[in-house]
């Protein structure tokens, strides 16, 4: 009883130490273990008292009858260590001791108990036969004798292995003073002697006896009281069993309970090794937090001492710039005042240099006018001399003419190994073009040829289609004036015949017959301030195969390819005209860029084979001009412009003709086959004495084109020295 409030004791430790619940449940389990050890070596030693009794309570049995006084005392002193908190083992101890001393009881006499026959010395005791020799020496050593009952010393006495022997020893020591008694008295002396003998021998078994009597009777008081002590021992084992069974209850109960609290125990160190888990979580997760945090806080103080240092170095470059923008200040106040002198000085320059702009537009004026006279004087020359004039074009290296090629550099180079050799050396009136040509002769000597021709003007390859016109732009004006005009160009296939005249798409590349309808509309216009109105009509015809073709006539239009086309010469006018064509009154030069696409996709639709037709094939371009004075009364100048084209053979026997009539000195009439050919039927007023004709020469530059080149040259060389005679208006009365 005594245990469990000291256990319970350890509850309010619990408690206080709840703040570190694992170490104090370990140091209640080690106060556990210290008080089971304890309580072990308690057990333990009331075991090995226990274990004494019995040898106390055999002691006590064998006890001498002078010991048997003092048997009180050690069994008191045994009933000691019998104290109610003595545990199970010690109880069992006790029990067997107990069952020992029964055992004895039963046997009538005290068993010899030792440690080693504890619990079984009873079956030996009763087994094992007394020799006789401990009867007779058992007036000396009464203690080892078992104790004897009424029937004992008899039966010890009647035992049938006692007696022999103890006759046989009676009869030894008797035998031996018979002897010597025989030799002395003979059979009577011996029978008396025996007689006394044996009842020395009575006597001595009876005060044996007697004194046997007393010590049973003191052994069985000592049994008595030893019985006595044994329900006394009794009735303490049965309160020591009530209080084990108590102790047990009580163990059972704590057991419960301590399991219980082991259980609450574990729960709760679960429960904190769970709030220790989630601590070092939510601690891992502030220490992460804390490190970026220090990393930012590392960086915002890296941004901070780089934002000092560079204010350091604004504020630095500030004073600078501080003063830089003061000594800056006093420069521009300096400045300024140098500005405004200058100004004046300006302003006094500006004047002399409108007045010399002026001087200037003067003198443009004086040059261009200069210029314009130049070319009226030229033109009066020509005009005078009657020839046709002739320019020669020669057209860039095409990309199309060069093969595939892989490189620019490569591409430049092909380039230059297909050009013609041909210079352009007159590089101030540009009359001049010299070919190169090598050959062999029969005699395989290699023979180098060099070809000069001069024209009214000679075009490089680089020329633009507004440098040609600036040429052509006088007979423009001509035309208004009332000439007629025939611009012809000439040479062979991919030469750039159509280009020059009809051009591209752009402004830059318009051809010669836009440009001369725009300007003779910008003329026009400029002439009714004068009191002019101009009409302008435009054809478009092409020769093939002897035919003509209406370029100009409408898809829509019924019949549109079997109209046939006839030219008609009217002597009186000298104006020419074809019969059934399709004339456009034109309001604009952007309607003519349209007309000229339109004959275009004609001739394109018409053709089957575009080379060749387009080497048979002579477009002609009419532009009618007609012009009238409105002003005061008179309608005078009406003007009528043609346009030719060529039937190459027919246009050379033409122009031969002409040349040989203007060479001839007899004065005799040449016949002029204008007839041979639809294009020089039709050019007839033009090729007459009575226009101003130009013929552009175009040229190849490749040398592939050599000798067609050479061959264009002699031929422009013929018609530029042909005389066709002197231009004459063509003026309608009114
Ligand atoms: N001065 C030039 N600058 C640039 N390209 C040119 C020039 N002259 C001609 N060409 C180009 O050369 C090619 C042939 O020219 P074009 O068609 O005018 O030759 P053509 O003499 O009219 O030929 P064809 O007699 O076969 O009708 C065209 O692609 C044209 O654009």
Redesign the pocket.
């Known amino acids: 009883m005594s245990r469990l409030p000291r256990l319970r004791s350890s509850s309010p430790d619990r408690r206080a130490d709840s703040s570190g619940p694992t170490l104090a449940a370990t140091a209640y389990v080690n106060t556990r273990k210290r008080k089971s050890a304890i309580e072990e070596d308690e057990e333990q030693d009331t075991l090995d008292e226990l274990i004494q009794q019995p040898r106390k309570f055999a002691a006590l049995g064998n006890a001498r009858p002078t010991r048997s006084r003092t048997a009180a005392a050690p069994a008191a002193k045994a009933n000691a260590p019998l104290n109610p908190s003595k545990n199970a083992g010690n109880l069992r101890a006790s029990n067997s001791n107990l069952t020992s001393s029964t055992g004895s009881e039963s046997n009538t006499k005290v068993p010899t108990l030792s440690s080693s026959n504890f619990g079984k010395g009873i079956p030996k005791t009763v087994t094992r036969p007394r020799p006789p020799t401990t009867l007779a020496r058992s007036t000396t050593r009464g203690t080892s004798a078992p104790p004897v009952s009424q029937a004992g010393p008899s039966r010890a006495i009647v035992r049938p292995g006692a007696k022999p022997a103890t006759s046989a020893a009676a009869t030894a020591r008797g035998g031996r003073t018979l002897r010597s008694g025989v030799r002395k008295t003979g059979p009577e002396d011996k029978i008396t002697t025996i007689q006394s003998q044996l009842a020395t021998l009575e006597a001595a078994r009876q005060a044996d006896a007697e004194r046997l009597a007393e010590e049973m009777a003191s052994e069985r008081s000592k049994v008595s009281e030893l019985q006595n002590n044994h329900l006394a021992l009794s009735k303490q084992l049965s309160e020591a069993k009530t209080q084990e069974l108590n102790h047990r209850r009580e163990l059972v109960t704590f057991s419960d309970e301590m399991d219980e609290m082991r259980k609450k125990h574990t729960k709760e160190v679960m429960e904190l090794e769970m709030d220790l888990r989630k601590k070092e979580r939510e601690a891992r997760e502030v220490t992460e937090d804390l490190r970026v945090t220090r990393n930012d806080l590392e960086r915002e103080r890296l941004t901070v001492e780089n934002l000092r240092t560079a204010m350091s170095t604004q504020s630095q470059t500030q004073l600078t710039l501080s003063a830089e923008n003061q000594a800056l200040h006093a420069q521009l106040s300096s400045l300024q005042r140098q500005l405004e002198s200058m100004n004046l000085e300006v302003a006094d320059m500006k004047e002399l240099v409108e007045e010399k702009e002026k001087a200037v537009i003067e003198m443009k004026k004086e040059v261009f006018e200069s210029e314009t006279i130049r070319r009226k004087l030229h033109n009066t020359i020509l005009e005078l001399k009657g020839n046709i004039r002739v320019f020669c074009?020669v057209?860039?290296v095409?990309s199309?003419d060069l093969p595939a090629l892989p490189s620019p550099e490569e591409e430049e180079r092909v380039r230059e190994e297909l050009k013609a050799k041909m210079d352009f050396p007159d590089n101030h009136d540009h009359k001049e073009i010299v070919l190169h040509s090598t050959s062999e002769s029969a005699m395989g000597i290699e023979r180098k040829d060099v070809y000069n021709f001069g024209f009214d003007r000679v075009f490089e390859?680089e020329s633009t289609q507004a440098q040609v016109f600036e040429e052509i732009s006088q007979l423009a004006q001509s035309c208004i004036d009332g000439y007629n005009v025939c611009i012809f160009a000439y040479?062979?296939?991919?030469?750039?015949?159509?280009?020059?005249m009809e051009g591209?798409p752009t402004d830059s590349t318009a051809g010669m017959i836009p440009r001369a309808v725009e300007q003779v509309f910008r003329v026009s216009e400029e002439m009714k301030s004068k009191g002019w109105e101009y009409k302008l009509e435009g054809q478009f015809l092409e020769i093939y195969n002897e035919a003509i073709h209406d370029l100009l006539i409408p898809s829509t239009a019924p019949d549109a390819d079997k109209k046939k086309h006839d030219i008609k010469h009217d002597p009186k006018t000298g104006r020419t005209s074809v019969t059934e064509v399709t004339v456009v009154p034109l309001q604009s030069p952007s309607q003519v860029r349209v007309l000229l696409a339109r004959a275009q996709s004609r001739r394109s639709v018409a053709a089957t084979l575009m080379?060749e037709r387009?080497?048979r094939s002579h477009s002609v371009f009419t532009l009618r001009i007609s012009g009238v004075n409105v002003a005061g009364e008179k309608k005078e100048r009406v003007k009528e412009t043609q346009s030719i084209n060529k039937s190459l053979s027919a246009l050379g026997d033409v122009i031969s003709a002409l040349g040989e009539r203007g060479s001839s000195l007899s004065g005799k009439e040449v016949h002029i086959p204008y007839r041979n050919s639809k294009l020089t039927y039709l050019l007839q007023n033009s090729l007459s004495g009575s226009s101003k004709t130009l013929m552009v020469l175009?040229l190849s530059p490749l040398a592939a084109h050599m000798n067609e080149s050479l061959t264009s040259l002699r031929f422009a060389t013929k018609v530029n020295n042909t005389n066709i005679g002197t231009a004459k208006k063509l003026a309608k009365a009114s």
């Not at 040479?491 to 020059?500: I, W």
């Open positions: 074009r057209r860039p095409l199309s390859p040479g062979q296939t991919g030469s750039g015949k159509s280009f020059t591209g080379n387009s080497s175009n």
